[in-house]
């Protein structure tokens, strides 16, 4: 492997809890040992650790169907692990699914209040806090528009809004940019790693797309095919906040390469 | 889901974060259909149509019946005169007419309260669902006939069965739509309920009932269509009391009054377009802001 000779590169081949074994205070979220089989019978995840601290944004890029999605179900609570442990405050996670499933009957301002709402928020507040998050993705002015009238781009920014009303400390991002177009996902790159910038947020994303990976994190997880493992690990060294000509710049080229060598060692 | 098209062919993406502007967004873009055309492709045909309807009556009326057997189609003028330009006869239709409706309204309402109590508590446990469903499906499928003596067995000959006629026969669409409708939010919105830790009530409330709107109304047509054809079928079994334009049908029709017959049935014609047209415009009213109503062709 040619990645040992750069010397920002760590990667390396992680066996087991190696990951795990260093505690600190500052951890946000963390896998020990996870797996889960389904009732099914089929495995998803096969012993699955690492963990994610404050101010780190993580990615995990991996073939479909290896259980990238299920490991998120799994940190929010919506699907119970069947070995290992989570670590994390349940109370404050924010979770951007692959879809925006905005509410067809309220208004883009009305589906950013939600989870206030949902938390007992009094209207005055929450309608701040939602004004507040709408100005930030840049939706202001459709704060009465109909999710119908709005593009994939504009609904997964009301998506985004709805998730930052509450201010989590941890964000799970499911695969949210995988159903918008080239430019508009990458405008939305650009938004949320200045998002991760502002707010200083543990951010774990899930992809399958190396350049997002690799343009919007501190790390990069390569997990194999199913039953999914962590096979790789990758540091990323560019400084924020970053600009959408790095992508353009040898050392990304470079990096992504090897995360797509790992990526295809992965589907085998 | 068409919605999504729609939601593709009708804005336009924000261009930068904070760049965004309303004003350059604008819904259904497509130019208007110019006048003379309106004319032609849309109030031209069903001209056309009823003027060969029209004649076709004609020429049975007198073409085809001759002076003794014409009081089986009697032409349209003569329908128009005896039937709506004669107000004793007309007030009588629009009498009947009206007691009809009341009972329709009536029996819509209780089916209504009926198959909302059953469709939220089946779709708020599966075993409740599950022991329902199979004789909601039964009750459905029993000619309305063959209890119309069981009926005025049990309620008499008089309002009340004409009431519980119509309940029958309209309690299953809006019973299986508001079902339907509840079962139809996404997953992905129950998630996020679940993830905020939403109570039953709440997601009943802000989740179920507003996504099964659309299937309501769409039940609620229905039904109310149904309901008043319940009303007029009930009508003719059960004609103790007021008198309804099933009633009035039976009686035009031994009497021989073609003329006041045809009238009649063209009122209760209307009666149910009337109705499933204020039932369109309350949906439209009530949910047209969010939903596209041809999109799921309802």
């Keep these: 492997m040619a990645a040992d000779e750069l010397a920002w590169c760590r990667c390396q081949h992680l066996g087991g809890n190696e990951l795990t074994a ?247 | 889901m068409t919605t999504q098209e729609a939601a593709e062919t009708g804005a336009i993406e924000s261009p930068l974060v904070g760049g965004a502007d309303p004003s350059t967004m604008h819904a259904g873009a497509y130019r208007e259909k110019s006048r003379p055309r309106l004319l032609a492709e849309i109030v031209l045909p069903p001209l056309v149509m009823g003027a060969l309807i029209a004649s076709l009556w004609y020429s049975v009326s007198y073409g085809v019946l001759d002076e003794r057997r014409r009081f089986l189609l009697r032409p349209p003028h003569q329908v128009i005169e005896v039937g709506f330009l004669d107000w004793d006869n007309f007030s009588e239709i629009l009498s009947g007419l009206w007691s009809s409706t009341r009972v329709a309204m009536i029996g819509l309402v209780i089916a209504i309260t009926i198959g909302f109590v059953l469709a939220t508590l089946m779709s708020q446990a599966k075993v409740v669902e599950r022991a329902l469903f199979p004789f909601m499906v039964t009750l459905q499928a029993i000619p309305i006939l063959a209890i119309v003596p069981l009926i005025s067995f049990w309620f008499g000959t008089g309002q009340q069965s004409r009431v519980v006629v119509c309940v029958i026969i309209s309690l299953f669409p809006i019973l299986v739509n508001t079902l339907f409708g509840l079962q139809s939010a996404e997953r992905g919105m129950h998630d996020l309920f679940t993830l905020h830790r939403a109570s039953r009530l709440t997601r009943l409330r802000k989740l179920m009932f507003p996504a099964a709107m659309p299937a309501i109304f769409a039940g609620l047509r229905i039904s109310a269509g149904l309901s008043v054809i319940g009303a007029i079928v009930g009508d003719f079994f059960f004609g103790l009391g007021d008198v309804g334009i099933g009633q009035l049908l039976r009686k035009y029709a031994n009497n021989l009054n073609g003329e006041q017959l045809l009238a009649a049935v063209i009122m209760s014609s209307a009666l149910g377009v009337t109705v499933f047209l204020i039932f369109g415009w309350i949906q439209n009213a009530a949910i047209g802001k969010w939903h596209d109503t041809s999109d799921s062709g309802i």
Excluded at chain 1, 65 to 93: F, M, Q, W, Y
């Design chain 1, 22 to 268: 260093a505690s600190t205070t500052t951890k946000a979220l963390s896998f020990d040992g996870i797996g889960m089989i389904f009732p099914d019978g089929t495995e998803a995840l096969q012993d699955v650790s690492f963990s994610v601290d404050r101010g780190e944004f993580v990615t995990v890029v991996g073939p479909s169907g290896c259980g990238k999605s299920t490991l998120l179900k799994i940190a929010s609570g919506l699907l119970e692990n069947t070995s290992g442990h989570v670590s994390v405050d349940r109370d404050r996670i924010g979770y951007v699914f692959q879809d925006a499933t905005l509410l067809h009957w309220r208004t883009i301002l009305s589906n950013v209040e939600l989870f206030a709402e949902l938390h007992g928020i009094a209207r005055d507040e929450r309608r701040r806090l939602a004004q507040e998050a709408i100005d930030m993705v840049g939706l202001t002015g459709f704060e009465h528009h109909y999710p119908k009238s709005l593009s994939g781009g504009m609904k997964m920014r009301a998506s985004l809004a709805r998730t930052l009303t509450l201010q989590p400390p941890v964000f799970l991002f499911d695969e949210p940019f995988g159903a918008v177009d080239e430019i508009t996902r990458e405008h939305l790159n650009e938004e949320t790693q200045q998002l991760f910038q502002r707010e200083g947020f543990a951010g774990l994303f899930i992809t399958h797309s190396i350049s997002e990976a690799v343009f919007m994190s501190t790390r990069v997880l390569v997990m194999s095919a199913r039953p999914g493992r962590i096979v790789a690990e990758f540091d990323v060294p560019f400084d924020y906040p970053r600009k959408p000509e790095l992508r353009f710049d040898a050392a990304f080229a470079e990096l992504s390469g090897k995360v797509s060598a790992e990526l295809r060692g992965a589907h085998s």
